[in-house]
């Protein structure tokens, strides 16, 4: 039988408890109290010296809210991700510390990053032919704490990829030109003595990620090493056997569908596939805060959005490959996830 991880407070995805330790740092350093940071959670102050259990998503998400609403600082984001060094990413930021580049890193980021949160956080890879870029893309798929609790989400876990990148590859004081975008709209003046040289953060966006140099992603790292890999590694895929079975469901239907090609399968497909009922199906994943159709548009504007930045397809083939009737309805679809249509958004990059 598998050892089953204590998960606090409320929410079904389990959060690294480390998260939350770097917000109690960080909030003695401006003279807060951690029963303050910890208000409404449902988390025990004990909870601070429990390393083996985690913290719900959605106290994580109330203590983000508690942060922000006892410290007026924009560039609060920025220093809580300063302070999310690879120790704090556990069996996984060693292995991001081993890795052969920045390529690598993100790769182990998509596949592993449910170790570390539970399974409420995306990251997707995309590489661009026409402007000789990649870039992270990340999505929460469930915020319900306000717009500022999800920008500094956004905006922490995005420059923390960011800044240790730079670290990986010595080049913290190098000048590289990075941006972040963000959906949200800017909170505050961020002074440029608070970000890396070369970076710049965009507010308003399409998408949250994170853009750089193709070149960049492939400089081999400083700390490089075979052995240590090999071993995080093994420790990273015995934590992702630990991931409650529940939770699981949404992340094998959801892999499913990213590997599918062509027009997804409906419901009744996907079920038939995996051994369940319908209800049975839209039961579990209800049970783990979503659903079939969240799940579906989810990876099918991943999938677009991919499309449109990597190749020169016209908009007719994309919404054909992607199994739409035609190109009005993918238009229609595409304007709804990301507040612009194909066209505008292929225009941006």
Known sequence: MRDEQVILGNGIHGMAMEYLLVFQELAIEYGVSPQAILKNTGVPLDALIQ?????????????????????????????????????????????????????????????YIDTRTGGGQRFELIKSKSNNTMSIVFTIERQEFGADVELFQYLTLLFNIEYLGRYLTGTLRENVVNEIHLTGAVQGVIPDNATPPGLTIKFDQSFNQLICPKEYFYRPLVTT????????????????????????????????????????????????????????????????????????????????????????????????????????????????????????YRKKQ
């Open 51 to 111: 390393q083996d259990s985690r913290i719900g998503h959605h106290s994580f998400s109330q203590a983000v809210k508690n942060l922000i609403d006892v410290i007026d600082d924009p560039t609060l984001p920025l220093q809580y991700a300063k302070r999310l060094t690879m120790l704090r990413h556990g069996a996984l930021g060693y292995a991001f510390q081993a890795a052969k580049n920045l390529s690598e890193t993100s790769e182990l980021l998509t596949k």
């Open 225 to 344: 090493d075979t052995k240590v890999f090999n071993t995080a590694i093994d420790q990273v895929e015995k934590e992702m056997m630990l991931l409650d079975p529940v939770v699981d469901i949404a992340i094998i239907v959801r892999n499913k569908l990213r590997e599918h090609i062509g027009k997804l399968p409906s419901l009744q497909k996907m079920a038939d596939e995996l051994h369940f009922s319908t209800s049975s199906l839209k039961r579990k994943l209800k049970h783990v805060g979503t659903t079939y159709q969240q799940l579906r548009e989810s990876v099918l504007f991943h999938k677009a959005n991919y499309l449109l930045v990597t190749t020169r397809y016209p908009i007719e083939q994309i919404a054909d490959k992607l199994g739409y009737a035609d190109a009005s309805n993918f238009n229609k679809a595409f304007k709804q996830w990301s507040g612009s249509t194909p066209s505008e």
